[in-house]
């Protein structure tokens, strides 16, 4: 099997310091893939021993459940520091989660190695790290399955079978759908940070909306789960959690190795303002009295003090990284800038609609003609639903658009609502859906880009689809057409 695009970041020598974090002259951790430690079995995992990385995750899972709520190295105070159910009192360090926002990856990163650090204080395995889920290998037809450990009831401990603390029965096992699980898109976006509605790998330049690699893999992943893991404040509840998220963080490592990528930070990345933001930013956890602090310098490299590990292996299946390729822009000639009002192909709002619920069909009139409709249509065509609310969503919708209230319906894309489900009334998520791989059927039709007919509809196959008590409202649909 060839793989590429393979980069080792490590460091030397030494223990970890009493607080879980890492010390300078110490060996780098690794974040083992989840496969390569995983007994693969469900009669297996229930009956046989456990790898050490799981067999320490486990004993510290329990070991955390076991303390308080109110102290901060037990299990609720991790889960409530990303979200707390509604009607839950709010404590100053809980309910931080960076979701729909520039922060999303980075924030993430600092949780997960604040959380590694409590795993390794109360079990005492000071060299353990945190296993990551790779769902998306297509060399692997289990990694869409949850892992075994993850899917058993009780396990075996010194001879006796005891209960497993990895283990929530409300969970889906799996499969996970090939296409909620594609990193293609995500992996080909040259830029970290884009705008709207181009958005980039990890977020846009304006908040409430999600980046490429939060909406695919990261949002499916958590609906397809369902449970604990379908709403920000309890997916922090579920063991499975952490594995997602080590994932989404290493995927961030794949993206940093590929050749062209453009970090906010470098020249043409993002606005002054935007990289002020981002290089400001500090990350604390744990303690209010005397919190665990992460500058953007601590988690943006691996090697720091505050980080130190590494992946098992950070390299793309061949034919990952081949579609990749194929998909990614090409590095402009003669340099290594690649400026966003340049590069960023310009876009024209040229149809809206306010106040639409789900299951509602809306005509959206054009005010403008895209620039070269009437010789032909836009090159691309995305809808943004911004402005979401609700109080029970369903996990996921379909954009069904018609050229003419008499056509048939084409499927133009589809969102999962994680980040909005279980978010008091007043929240708000934007959602932007690429509806260009159906011009070529609108045009078929006889559309000539003066209405198009809009409609979210609950996705079809989900335990959810039917219920009449679960809805969003957007309160502006816009659909954007490429100009150049």
Not at 233 to 255: C, K, M, S, Y
Not at 283 to 308: H, R
Not at 366 to 391: I, N, Q, S, W, Y
């Amino acid at each position: 099997m060839t793989r590429s695009g393979l980069v080792h970041r490590g460091v030397v020598g030494g223990p970890w310091a009493h607080d879980g974090s890492f010390r300078g002259d110490a060996m780098a951790r690794t974040r083992h893939d989840i496969a390569t430690v995983s007994l693969g079995k469900v009669a297996d995992a229930e009956t046989q021993a456990w790898h050490p990385v799981l067999d320490t995750y486990a004993r510290g899972v329990e070991l955390m459940r076991a303390l308080p709520a109110e102290d901060p190295e037990s299990w609720q105070w991790a889960a409530n520091t990303h979200g707390v159910p509604v009607g839950t009192p709010l404590r100053p360090a809980w309910g931080q989660c960076a979701h729909a926002s520039l922060f999303f990856l980075p924030w993430h990163r600092a949780y997960l190695a604040w959380f590694e650090g409590t795993i390794r204080k109360l079990t005492g395995d000071d060299g353990w790290g945190l296993p990551y889920w790779d769902y998306s290998d297509p060399d692997n037809p289990d990694a869409v399955f949850l892992p075994a450990e993850f899917r058993v009831p009780t396990r075996v401990v010194d001879g006796e079978a005891v209960p497993n603390p990895l283990f929530d029965p409300a969970r889906n096992e799996g499969p996970i759908p090939g296409e909620d699980i594609d990193i293609v898109q995500a992996l080909a976006e040259r830029r970290f940070v884009g705008g709207v509605p181009d958005v980039g790998f990890g977020g846009t330049d304006r908040d409430r909306r999600f980046g490429d690699v939060e909406s695919t893999p990261h949002n499916w992943v958590h609906v397809d789960i369902a449970g604990l893991m379908e709403s920000p404040a309890t997916a922090g509840q579920d063991p499975i959690f952490w594995l997602h998220h080590a994932n989404i963080d290493r995927l961030w490592e794949v993206w940093l190795s590929l050749p062209g990528s453009l970090r906010l930070t470098d020249p043409g990345g993002g606005s002054a303002f935007l990289v002020t933001q981002w290089q400001s930013a500090i990350f604390w956890f744990g303690s209010e009295q005397s919190p665990s602090t992460y500058t953007m310098d601590d988690v943006e490299d691996l090697s720091s003090v505050k980080m130190g590990y590494e992946y098992e292996s950070i390299e793309l299946p061949e034919a990952s990284a081949e579609a990749i390729a194929a998909a990614r822009e090409p590095v402009p000639v003669g340099g290594s800038g690649f400026p966003l009002d340049e590069a960023q192909a310009r876009w024209e709002p040229v149809a809206a609609s306010f106040n639409l619920d789900s299951n509602e069909e809306r005509d959206l009139t054009f005010h403008a003609t895209p620039r070269g409709l009437d010789e032909a249509p836009p090159t691309r065509l995305v809808l943004e639903f911004a402005g979401v609310r609700a109080v029970v969503p369903h996990a996921a919708y379909v954009v069904e658009v018609r050229s003419a209230p008499d056509a048939e319906p084409h499927r133009a894309g589809r969102f999962a609502t994680f980040g909005l489900a279980g978010t008091p009334p007043e929240e708000e998520r934007n959602y932007l859906v690429d509806a260009t791989e159906v011009l070529p059927d609108l045009v078929a039709e006889g559309w000539t880009g003066g209405q198009l007919s809009v409609k979210l509809v609950p996705e079809e196959g989900r335990p959810d689809s039917d219920d009449p008590d679960r809805a969003i409202h957007v309160q502006q649909v816009t659909v954007y057409a490429q100009t150049s």
